[in-house]
């Protein structure tokens, strides 16, 4: 019994000894990844750039952390979006959607579930659930949305308000997520299916 405890605490501090070194030499006092700095990104701006502009708004697209600074591992986009305003009904084949609403109110559809949100409100979409959302009450939503992984949906947004800032149909506003292996399974959502918003 002694000799087992005895190889016991020779395994685990020869373990220990292997490990320390990469911890030590993997540790970053500064906290931030390996080519990776944190940065500052203010209300109205974008991390890439200015925000994309779609029919006339200044800031409808803006990317806040691009999928590089996640490490890929993720993105976040903020979409400002006008009232009975969003997406066609789609899945992401890949990728984990979170909705984060910051300023006024949407309506959201994932699967057969309907929610209304409200700033503060987050809602998780998982990969190959069905999903929209439309922009509820009288201004416009303001939404972060977090991509795990990150895809291409940086390029999505600009290719989509490409098309939005032309005359739009269904079926080039489709082809645009068929590009970027999204898939179209529904019609948009309107406002009027939704209570109105309170406040």
């Given at each position: 019994?002694?000799?087992?405890?005895?190889?016991?605490?020779?395994?685990?501090?020869?373990?220990?000894?292997?490990?320390?070194?990469?911890?030590?030499?993997?540790?970053?006092?500064?906290?931030?990844?390996?080519?990776?700095?944190?940065?500052?990104?203010?209300?109205?701006?974008?991390?890439?750039?200015?925000?994309?502009?779609?029919?006339?708004?200044?800031?409808?697209?803006?990317?806040?952390?691009?999928?590089?600074?996640?490490?890929?591992?993720?993105?976040?986009?903020?979409?400002?979006?006008?009232?009975?305003?969003?997406?066609?009904?789609?899945?992401?084949?890949?990728?984990?959607?979170?909705?984060?609403?910051?300023?006024?109110?949407?309506?959201?559809?994932?699967?057969?579930?309907?929610?209304?949100?409200?700033?503060g409100?987050?809602?998780?979409?998982?990969?190959?659930?069905?999903h929209?959302?439309?922009?509820?009450?009288?201004?416009?939503?303001?939404?972060?949305?977090?991509?795990?992984?990150?895809?291409?949906?940086?390029?999505?947004?600009?290719?989509?308000?490409?098309?939005?800032?032309?005359?739009?149909?269904?079926?080039?506003?489709?082809?645009?997520?068929?590009?970027?292996?999204?898939?179209v399974?529904?019609?948009?959502?309107?406002?009027?299916?939704?209570?109105?918003?309170?406040?």
């Open positions: 019994m002694a000799n087992e405890i005895t190889r016991r605490r020779l395994i685990t501090s020869t373990s220990a000894a292997l490990t320390l070194p990469a911890l030590v030499s993997s540790y970053n006092p500064n906290g931030d990844q390996p080519g990776n700095k944190p940065f500052l990104v203010r209300k109205g701006e974008a991390h890439d750039g200015r925000p994309i502009v779609v029919q006339g708004d200044p800031d409808a697209f803006a990317t806040k952390v691009s999928g590089v600074d996640g490490n890929k591992a993720y993105s976040v986009i903020e979409v400002q979006t006008p009232p009975n305003r969003g997406p066609l009904l789609h899945i992401h084949p890949s990728q984990n959607e979170l909705f984060i609403v910051s300023y006024g109110s949407i309506g959201i559809q994932c699967g057969q579930e309907r929610a209304v949100l409200n700033a409100d987050t809602f998780m979409v998982p990969a190959k659930m069905p929209t959302f439309v922009s509820l009450g009288k201004e416009k939503s303001r939404i972060l949305n977090i991509f795990d992984p990150p895809g291409e949906m940086e390029r999505f947004f600009a290719d989509l308000a490409a098309v939005l800032n032309e005359h739009p149909d269904e079926k080039k506003l489709a082809d645009v997520y068929t590009r970027h292996n999204i898939k399974v529904g019609p948009p959502l309107e406002a009027s299916s939704f209570p109105v918003p309170k406040g």
